[in-house]
């Protein structure tokens, strides 16, 4: 069993910016690829962001393109989620996830491909 430590959530004025962090709790290998969702009250939680652990390659959601961006530091085994110019539509509760063994891209938006989930930081955008 893997834990993800989240941190870097808060509140925001509409414009500004936040950065999430997403780091297991020990050392782990099998993580093939670790993303990022959100969900806000009475909503699904959908996909925000996803990265390749080895390739580094991303993915993101059409609303988020342009604004947030994913990275990581595989020496630290630590992700992070950078988003700026932050809309009042973006409050929501983040996760992040990792997915271990192999991710399929076509699937990164699917809850379904990720094996552990963070406790979740909440991000409020005020307009």
């Known amino acids: 069993q893997v834990n993800l430590v989240e941190s ?6 509409a414009g500004g910016s936040l950065r999430l962090t ?3 709790s020990t050392v782990t290998y099998s993580i093939a690829c670790m993303a990022w969702f959100r969900q806000a009250p009475g ?3 959908e996909g925000v962001a996803m990265i390749f652990t080895t390739s580094g390659k991303t993915y993101y959601a059409d609303s988020v393109k342009g604004r947030f961006t994913i ?3 595989t020496a630290k085994q630590t992700r992070y989620l ?4 932050l809309k009042p539509n973006d409050t929501a509760m983040y996760h992040c996830a990792a997915g271990r ?5 076509a699937l990164w938006s699917s809850v379904g491909t990720y094996h552990y989930w963070g406790q979740g930081s909440q991000v409020t955008v005020s307009s």
């Not at 870097?8 to 004025?13: F, I, L, P, R």
Request: charged share 25%.
């Open 71 to 73: 990275s990581q530091d």
């Open 8 to 13: 870097g959530g808060g509140s925001v004025q």
């Open 82 to 85: 950078q988003m700026d110019n």
């Open 101 to 105: 063994g192999s991710c399929d891209s």
């Open 22 to 24: 997403c780091a297991p």
């Open 43 to 45: 909503k699904e939680r």
